[in-house]
Each structure stands twice: as C-alpha cells, then as structure tokens.
C-alpha cells in the first residue's frame, strides 16, 4: 500500500501516511462545508445580536469576545473559500487565500490567547487594575502580531498551490 504524496508547486513532496480515497475526500469535503456554513451562519447571529442590542455595554470581556467572533468568522469564511478560489488555477488568487486563512487561523489563537489573558486578569487579579487604553493595545496584539507572522512567510514565498494524490490516481489541488 502507498501512502499518498502531499507535494507543493517546487515538487518536493512528504510522505504521509495514510491513504485516501475520492469518496473520503469528497466527504470530507461536504463536511467541512457544512460545517464551516453553519458555523458562519451562528457566528454571524452572534456578532449581529451583540452589535444591535449589546452596543451600550462597554465591558472588556464583551469586546474581546466581539473580536473573538470576527476572527472565528473570518476564518470560516476564508476556509469556505478556500476550494472555489483554488479552482480558477490563479497563483495570486491562491497565495492570497492561503494567506488569509493562515492570518485568521492566527488571529482566533491569538484572540483565544487574549481571552485566557484577560480571564487571568478577573478571575486572580481580584482588585480593580486599571491598564490605560486596554482593549487599544489588546487589539493591537491580537490583530497585529498575526499580521507580522503572515508577511514574513509571505516575504519567504512559502505559499502556493498544493496537490494531494488519490489512491485511485489523480490529485486535489489546495
């Protein structure tokens, strides 16, 4: 049995193991859009009903979530895109949507982290700290250190097309 071969455009593939099928890549295709689409239709509901009734609420764990939310559905949204746009064979299109997902998958960490950070700051720091501009420099941190990470492997040309080959033959570009 042959493992397949996941290989980027330079040709230089790894071995993987495991084998996969076209019926277990189209299902796992049908599932991950399923459930990306009901993630985003949930997370669009969040940030829609906080942004209506909540505005008022000026709470730091309110708008850290707000943020969490924006980058959850971001990262959905790229992921759902991810096949159409790699079918038009554009090399821009595709370091373009890779370079998103992977910016929006390190913003949701990024604003998890922050999440856990500010929870260390209710939960042990029990009195009143007061850190001038806070949810400023939170942003920063979680909309920005992502942003350095994406463009220095951008800068590095590490992203591109992808081809993952079935064990019937044939490949599935990512």
């Known amino acids: 049995m042959q493992s397949p071969v996941y290989e980027n455009e330079a040709g230089n593939g790894t071995q993987v193991s495991g084998l996969l099928s076209s019926y277990s890549i189209w299902l796992l295709t049908l599932l991950s859009r399923i459930g990306c689409g009901v993630s985003v239709c949930c997370l669009a509901l969040v940030i829609a009903f906080h942004a209506i009734y909540r505005w008022h609420n000026s709470e730091h764990s309110l708008s850290i979530h707000i943020h969490l939310c924006v980058a959850l559905l971001s990262l959905n949204l790229s992921f ?19 370079a998103a997902t992977h910016y929006s998958l390190l913003c949701t960490i990024t604003w998890f982290a922050i999440e856990g950070f500010h929870l260390y700051w209710l939960v042990i720091r029990v009195f009143n700290v007061y850190i001038k501009r806070y949810l400023l420099k939170l942003a920063l941190v979680g909309w920005g250190l992502p942003a350095v990470a994406v463009i220095s492997i951008l800068s590095c040309g590490k992203y591109g097309k992808y081809n993952i080959y079935q064990l019937e033959g044939g490949a599935v570009t990512m």
């Open 80 to 98: 759902l895109a991810n096949d159409s746009m790699t079918s038009l064979n554009n090399h821009g299109v595709c370091i373009f949507i890779a």
